[in-house]
């Protein structure tokens, strides 16, 4: 195969060229099946070993812990910023934690079901830092707090998820972990429910991840659809209603890649973390280093995940967009809400992605510098 351009799309999200082989590969007839997995019942036992190994996989690679259910849906995100406050608020009080856009947007959604509070914001700082934990304003009575993990359009990452109960809280943690999810472990023990959309690490877009602890099923208002009670959807392991099943089968091809992955004398999750760990300080040194090129984000907070960054003299963006796109690096152009440029940097991106952008920058300052 031709080596592909680099896509830094920030979702759908570029696939590893070596999962996308294998989709081709198996399009026609799955494993002798003589159909493709678009064409079989969820219900038959093809199908089924396909979800169930995806299933295990993704449990084993994340350790997720017994007591959550895995649950594969559809809707998105921003679904999922109603689905969740149906399934959990129990029309009551939640805390939201606003880092950036997206979390912004899940505490509108919310206060369609519940009595919404900010518990904290960053919005005065233009989303380039964290609250810091110890200041949020916390409701003993919240059925549950939410925070986005990895802010996508500001760039905003929690290196470490808070653990509520040390500020006092006994309320679940929600995390929307859209586009963090699988770039590295997660500490399950501050987490009641994590969700997220395929599109970024995973596979394509249609397929909605939900990780929800066992405990936290059976409070649905009576209004939430059936197909989006998650007590209802984890009793039909995700079977309730048809599941998106070829983003299942994706999926489940990149849990394989993944299962395989090594670097640096790691394997698996580790392996990519750490792939993506020097992916961004590559990126973000080479920012800190320029002149003409600035990433604004606080430095604890600097998203392995999404980068944006500004050109100082903005009448060079184009300029800028038209040498990458010549280079074949795709899909570079930032947030319309924020301008400038988005470097977004999922698992399937190789650390020489990273290296010919950070030689464009390097060619192009000199250039214009
Ligand atoms: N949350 C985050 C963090 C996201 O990045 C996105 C999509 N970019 C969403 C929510 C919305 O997801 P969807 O488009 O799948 O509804």
């Known amino acids: 195969l031709q080596q592909r351009p680099y896509n830094f799309s920030a979702g759908p999200a570029a696939l590893p060229a070596e999962v996308l082989e294998t989709a081709a590969a198996e399009m026609l007839d799955w494993h002798g099946s003589g159909m493709s997995v678009m064409e079989m ?29 895995i649950l594969f849906m559809q ?58 934990p110890s200041n949020w304003q916390l409701r003993r009575d919240a059925a549950y707090v939410h925070l986005c993990s990895n802010e996508t359009i500001h760039g905003v990452e929690f290196h470490e998820i808070p653990d509520l109960k040390a500020l006092g809280s006994d309320a679940p943690l929600v995390i929307d972990f859209s586009s963090q999810q699988l770039s590295r472990p997660l500490d399950w023990s501050r987490v009641g ?3 997220g959309g395929a599109q970024k690490n ?34 039909a392991q995700s079977m309730f209603n048809t599941p ?27 392996a990519i973390e750490q792939r993506n760990i020097d992916k961004a300080e590559l990126l973000y040194s080479t920012l800190d280093g320029s002149g003409m090129f600035i990433n604004r984000v606080a430095h604890n907070a600097r998203s392995r995940m999404n980068v944006p960054f500004f ?9 800028f ?28 991106m190789p650390l020489e992605g990273v290296q010919a952008l950070v030689d464009l920058m390097r060619d192009f300052e000199a250039r214009h510098g």
């Not at 689905?83 to 919310?110: C, H, M, Y």
């Open 41 to 69: 019942s969820h219900r038959g036992k093809e199908f089924i070993s396909i979800y169930e190994q995806a299933e295990s996989d993704l449990r084993e690679l994340l350790a997720v812990p017994k007591d959550f259910h």
């Open 75 to 132: 809707g998105g995100g921003l679904a999922e910023n109603a689905i969740v406050p149906l399934n959990l608020s129990r029309g009551g009080k939640v805390d939201f934690v606003v880092t950036g856009a997206w979390s912004q947007k899940s505490a509108g959604e919310a206060k369609r079901y519940a009595d919404v509070h900010i518990a904290a914001s960053n919005e005065a700082s233009g989303f380039t830092a964290l609250p810091e």
């Open 193 to 195: 429910l994590a969700f």
């Open 202 to 235: 995973i596979g394509p877009a249609g397929l909605t991840l939900v990780f929800v602890r066992n405990n936290l099923l059976g409070h649905a208002l009576q209004a939430c659809p059936s197909a989006f009670n998650y007590q209802t959807v984890a009793q």
């Open 244 to 270: 998106p099943t070829y983003g299942i089968y994706m999926a489940g091809l990149v849990f394989q890649w993944l299962k395989r992955f090594s670097y640096r004398g790691r394997n698996a999750l580790a």
């Open 311 to 319: 050109l100082r003299d903005e009448r060079l963006n184009d300029a």
């Open 321 to 348: 967009l038209a040498d990458a796109r010549e280079r074949r690096l795709l899909q570079l152009k930032g947030h319309k809400s924020v301008g400038g440029m988005r470097a977004s940097i999922y698992n399937a």
